[in-house]
């Protein structure tokens, strides 16, 4: 199945894509948070690209509890979800950019360009986690069919 993630944020949506075997999570392009034209692109952009399912980062604290932010991605999701038809998971972000961050530095990436990049790879680490526990829990793709 290939899913689209995304890290919703007030300024800026990080996208990443997986592949149809769900196996690696890619991080896409960083997208300006325009509201209604930012979820009118992302629905062409789920077609144009074959997305299958969506994913959305809900911001949690470190103790598990929903940040303020939290009602917006979920708003956010499900009006791309009703554009698109597609079937929406949320899934906790928390710690996701830092360890985009991470990786991001880990692969030489300049200070100076990673801002540019930290939202999408923050998307990926996300759709990543995702894929992983599906695996783990015997559900990717290989296990349904």
Not at 89 to 109: D, K, T, W
Not at 137 to 143: N, Q
């Amino acid at each position: 199945m290939r899913w689209m993630a995304l890290d919703h944020g007030t300024k800026r949506i990080g996208i990443a894509f997986c592949d149809e075997r769900e196996i690696l999570a890619t991080p896409f392009d960083v997208w300006p948070q325009e509201g209604e034209a930012t979820l009118d692109r992302l629905a062409r952009l789920a077609k144009e690209e074959g997305a299958q399912g969506l994913l959305v980062g809900l911001p949690r604290h470190q103790d598990g509890a929903e940040s303020a932010t939290a009602p917006a991605a979920r708003a956010f999701g499900r009006a791309l979800a009703g554009r698109t038809g597609l079937p929406l998971c949320f899934i906790n972000e928390h710690l996701s950019s830092a360890e985009a961050e991470r990786l991001l530095a880990q692969r030489g990436v300049k200070p100076g360009n990673r801002k540019a990049r930290l939202d999408a790879a923050a998307a990926a680490v996300i759709l990543q986690d995702f894929l992983e526990d599906r695996r783990g829990r015997g559900l990717a793709a290989d296990a349904l069919g």
